[in-house]
């Protein structure tokens, strides 16, 4: 497991990172969220090293990490890039052979990582021929090709369209069920909502919520329901502990004040007519964002 | 397929395979195989050329009348043509078929007189002088201070030419990685100072083999075209030129690779590297203008920076005594070490930092 603890960061007079602390489990994928400038990259460069810390720790299965850990991480920078005259295979080999693999065994998995991400075409171009999204797929190649322990991807879906981050997310899930630790950061967070088993969010350069999602969605959820019925449900508004948000015929989004509310309200809306659906509502991941960020 | 070697990549295969990757991207480039290719046509030339230049080397042309036939009879570096008399000599000369003339003249001192157009030819003059004979006690040195300008400008051309063209190509390169951003992945992967390294190993290794490709065409050069004397007088300076250009050449590529690293956009590399593009310019005007100036060129071949085209200059002339090369190579090594080890902490505090120039002060600080 991959833990911070208490790490800190000051760019001149400016404090970047306030003793952030989270944890990124193996065989998980942890969603890491924030507005801009929150300090998303900071973290992630100095848990990959390139940054360096004012203090706290960056632990590996609790031993400091170390620069020859780091070989075993895999990074994917905000700010993309590779060589654009290189070719593309010939790039992600290079990569996997400064991770420390030999000639033929970075050229098997290069050419099997690429081909997997839809490139197999393309692997004898030069990379500054590749549209945006393509040169988005190298770039995760890169992150992977060395079959890293633990992944940190700084906005891997950004300028992918709908299939590609479909390509991509596959293959997130794919490395995080064979045990690597994923930590990637998104701002499109229902892509983030869909994908991760763990969040972090961050915001001022500090953490405002770390944990399972699952976990957090119950802590921020309000027993909020909805309920489709075909009877009319304006009996709702004078039911007594409830809160109608939002009202529309049959469809109706209320507040109830506790769960035997809840229950009394589904029961007379059996009696009044069929009941289509009678669901509570979680937040979304925009809503807890928005919540805890405040 | 097996996972990651637990131990990662060891110092040296890492700074092999950056090296290979810079010498790799070079070669691929037409441009650079282009101009590696003209520089090496363009010394082919010159040498052949001179070769056809010292074979070819005809007398001056002079009409002689049939009275003053004696006074030239024997002389060298004269092509005699063979006229009636004073007035068929002087319309030879007015027409510019011969120099001069030597006609016999009863009147002068040495029995003829040498008619010319506007000035008397010095070759012709020379050679009909009585002169005291001249021994030489070093004939060697002799023949090397005719030679010692075109020796200056050859060593001072290559030196630049080299130095800048490679200097520039490890800068570009530097500046290449930070500006795509492909530097993060880098040192994600491999230590700061193994990518720098590599960096500099493998454009050392294209400049000297560039370098050794200009030494074998000089020589090969003028061993087929039978300059041999000049070939033993420029033969161990060549191969000192060598060993210096290797320790200089690291030396200026660390500080191109530190200076570069200073800013983010290609456009911008001429701000930082401009002194030490000036520092490889500097010994090719002062060879240029100094070479006869033994002060001048004893000081350039103790400072690192000149001592590549100062030192042969000097051994060239025959103006060093064995063990100077030796001492000026110890420090430009220890020089080299120096300048590895600051560039290396300029590189390591710049790399990240992008947008605007990082001041000097800060990328020593960290």
Not at chain 1, 205 to 225: K, P, V, W
Not at chain 2, 124 to 135: D, F, K, Y
Request: with cysteine; hydrophobic share 50%.
């Amino acid at each position: 497991m991959l833990q911070l603890s208490g790490v800190t960061k000051s760019y001149g007079g400016r404090r970047a990172l306030d003793g952030v602390s989270f944890d990124v489990r193996p065989g998980r994928l942890t969603g890491f969220v924030g507005g801009n400038g929150a300090g998303k990259t900071t973290t992630m460069r100095i848990v990959l090293g390139v940054l360096g810390k004012d203090s706290g720790t960056v632990t590996l299965d609790g031993t400091e990490v170390t620069a020859s850990d780091r070989r075993r991480f895999g990074y994917m920078p905000e700010e993309r890039g590779l060589y654009p005259k290189m070719k593309v295979l010939e790039h992600i080999v290079y990569l996997a052979r400064l991770h420390g693999f030999s000639k033929a065994d970075a050229t098997t998995r290069a050419r099997a990582l690429l081909e997997q991400l839809g490139l197999g075409e393309r692997l004898d171009d030069n990379v500054e021929t590749l549209s945006l999204g393509n040169q988005q797929r190298a770039q995760i190649a890169a992150a992977l090709v060395h079959d890293p322990e633990v992944l940190i991807l700084d906005e891997p879906f950004s300028g992918l369209d709908p299939l590609a981050v479909d390509v991509v997310a596959g293959v997130l899930q794919e490395r995080a069920a064979a045990g690597a630790a994923v930590l990637f950061s998104s701002h499109q967070l229902d892509v983030v909502e869909r994908l991760c088993d763990d969040l972090v969010i961050i915001a001022g350069g500090t953490i405002r919520a770390a944990g399972a999602r699952d976990t957090l969605r119950a802590q921020h959820s309000t027993r909020r329901f909805e309920l489709v019925s075909t009877g009319d449900a304006g009996w709702l508004r004078s039911e007594p502990g409830v809160d109608v948000l939002d009202f529309d015929g049959g469809f109706a989004v209320f507040d109830a004040d506790s769960d035997e509310t809840a229950q009394r309200v589904l029961r007379r809306a059996v009696a009044q007519g069929d009941v289509a659906s009678f669901a509570p509502q979680h937040p979304s991941l925009a809503q807890i964002f928005k919540e805890v960020i405040q | 397929m097996s996972s990651a070697p637990a131990a990662g990549l060891g110092a040296p295969q890492a700074i092999w395979l950056v090296a290979e990757r810079e010498i790799a991207s070079k070669l691929r480039s037409k441009a650079f195989v282009i101009s590696t290719a003209i520089l090496l046509l363009g010394a082919l030339v010159l040498v052949i050329w001179g070769g056809f230049q010292a074979a070819n080397q005809t007398g001056t042309p002079v009409a002689v009348t049939a009275d003053a036939q004696q006074y030239v009879e024997g002389l060298p570096g004269l092509e005699v043509t063979e006229v009636a008399d004073k007035a068929a000599a002087e319309a030879l000369v007015t027409d510019g078929t011969v120099d001069a003339a030597v006609v016999g003249d009863s009147a002068s001192p040495t029995g003829f007189t040498v008619v010319a157009d506007d000035s008397a030819p010095t070759q012709l003059m020379l050679t009909l002088a009585q002169l005291p004979p001249v021994e030489l006690l070093n004939p060697e040195g002799g023949q090397a201070a005719a030679l010692g300008y075109i020796a200056a400008i050859g060593f001072g051309i290559v030196f630049l030419l080299a130095a800048s063209l490679f200097g520039s190509t490890i800068a570009q390169s530097v500046v290449e990685e930070k500006q795509t951003r492909v530097v993060e992945l880098l040192i994600s992967a491999i230590p700061v100072r193994s990518l720098l390294a590599g960096k500099v190993i493998g454009n050392t290794i294209l400049a000297m083999a560039q370098i050794l490709l200009l030494a074998s065409i000089a020589i090969i050069g003028l061993t087929v075209t039978d300059q041999t004397a000049l070939l033993q007088g420029l033969g161990a300076p060549i191969a000192w030129f060598s060993i210096f250009f290797l320790f200089g050449f690291i030396l200026l590529a660390s500080l191109f690779a530190a200076a570069a690293s200073m800013v983010s956009r290609q456009e911008d590399i001429g701000s930082t590297t401009m002194p030490i593009t000036m520092l490889i310019m500097a010994p090719y005007f002062l060879v240029i203008f100094f070479n006869d100036n033994p002060l001048v060129l004893t000081i350039m071949s103790y400072v690192p920076f000149s001592a590549p085209v100062g030192m042969p200059m000097r051994i060239f002339l025959g103006q060093a005594q064995w063990w100077e090369p030796l001492v000026s190579l110890v420090i430009l090594i220890a020089t080299c070490v120096a300048a590895i080890l600051v560039a290396a902490r300029i590189y390591q505090n710049s790399l990240l930092r992008m947008g605007g120039r990082v001041k000097l002060t800060e990328a020593l600080a960290g």
